[in-house]
């Protein structure tokens, strides 16, 4: 059983950045690959960003590439997501998602536990 808890998400400026974190409980969390997503209202829930449970394999959503970057700390169960450049269209609720295999999906169908999500809000 792993349970995670997003934190850092809020309001910010067209341009700013923002760092959320996911913090996980469990012992086995290196054994995890873990992913971001994201739901816009009216929106389905989309894929982020992925890491592999090492840290050494990692991938984008196009519409996110060169702006965030996910990095995780396993000896602290702790993955996060470094978002810079932020646009409008980056609003969304952002969840963490844990994935019971080496490596990552785009799916979230994949993923075996999820968190409660928190608010990013962009403003233009």
């Known amino acids: 059983q792993v349970q995670l808890v997003e934190s850092g998400g809020g309001l910010v400026q067209a341009g700013g950045s923002l760092r959320l974190s996911c913090a996980a409980s469990?012992?086995?969390?290196?054994?995890?690959?873990m992913g971001w997503f994201r739901q816009a209202p009216g929106k389905e829930r989309e894929f982020v960003a992925g890491?592999?449970?090492?840290?050494?394999?990692?991938y984008y959503a196009d519409s996110v590439k060169g702006r965030f970057t996910i990095s995780r700390d396993n000896a602290k169960n702790m993955v996060s997501l470094q978002m810079n450049s932020l646009k409008p269209e980056d609003t969304a609720v952002y969840y963490c998602?844990?994935?019971?295999?080496?490596?990552?999906?785009?799916?979230?169908?994949?993923?075996?536990?999820w968190g409660q999500g928190t608010q990013v809000t962009v403003s233009s």
């Open positions: 998602a844990a994935r019971r295999s080496s490596y990552y999906s785009i799916d979230g169908g994949k993923y075996d536990y």
């Open positions: 890491i592999s449970w090492s840290g050494g394999n990692t």
């Open positions: 469990g012992r086995t969390f290196s054994s995890y690959a």
